[in-house]
């Protein structure tokens, strides 16, 4: 809400108030509820799985197998202690050396969204370019989790609107 409207609500007697600066888009990213059927426009902070199996830069090869084969899914991100994600390793990617430290075979700077990425569009060019998967970050390059393409169709679908009813 405007800091106004706020300060109205303030002024009406309401005790906890607060004014989300970030605005409507920044509470969708966060994937945080809504009210009502308005217009709305997916994005994929609100589908991003923050469920991720990540790695540091250390780690070997040995661990981020263990921490891959843990997971449901075929990669880990490398990330810092800040959760700043630096790169990637799929598992067909991991060398037979599993002493290597990941520096030495991770992909460096993998492509990413922003939260705020509008998901229709989203979807069209994972689908086009055959990636099952997106990495979403913060623009300071924070995990916020990971887009699967097939939810991001199967969600568009349900929001679809039916023709049969125009």
Not at 28 to 40: C, D, I, K, N
Not at 105 to 124: D, N, S
Request: glycine residues 10%; hydrophobic residues 35%; charged residues 30%.
């Amino acid at each position: 809400m405007s800091p106004r409207a706020a300060w109205q609500l303030e002024a009406l007697g309401f005790e906890r108030v607060y004014d989300f600066v970030g605005g409507k888009l920044a509470w969708l990213e966060q994937g945080l509820p809504t009210v009502g059927r308005g217009p709305h426009f997916a994005v994929a902070g609100e589908i991003a799985r923050p469920d991720v199996p990540t790695c540091h830069l250390g780690d070997t090869a040995e661990q981020i197998e263990r921490t891959i084969a843990a997971s449901e899914g075929s990669f880990c991100l490398v990330v810092n202690d800040e959760s700043i994600v630096l790169g990637r390793v799929r598992r067909r990617d991991l060398p037979e050396d599993r002493s290597r430290p990941v520096e030495s075979f991770m992909q460096w700077g993998p492509a990413t969204v922003r939260p705020r990425e509008t998901l229709k569009p989203l979807a069209e060019r994972m689908h086009g370019a055959g990636v099952a998967t997106i990495i979403v970050t913060e623009s300071d390059g924070r995990l916020v989790g990971v887009v699967h393409r097939d939810e991001a169709e199967r969600l568009l679908e349900e929001r679809s609107p039916d023709p049969s009813e125009d």
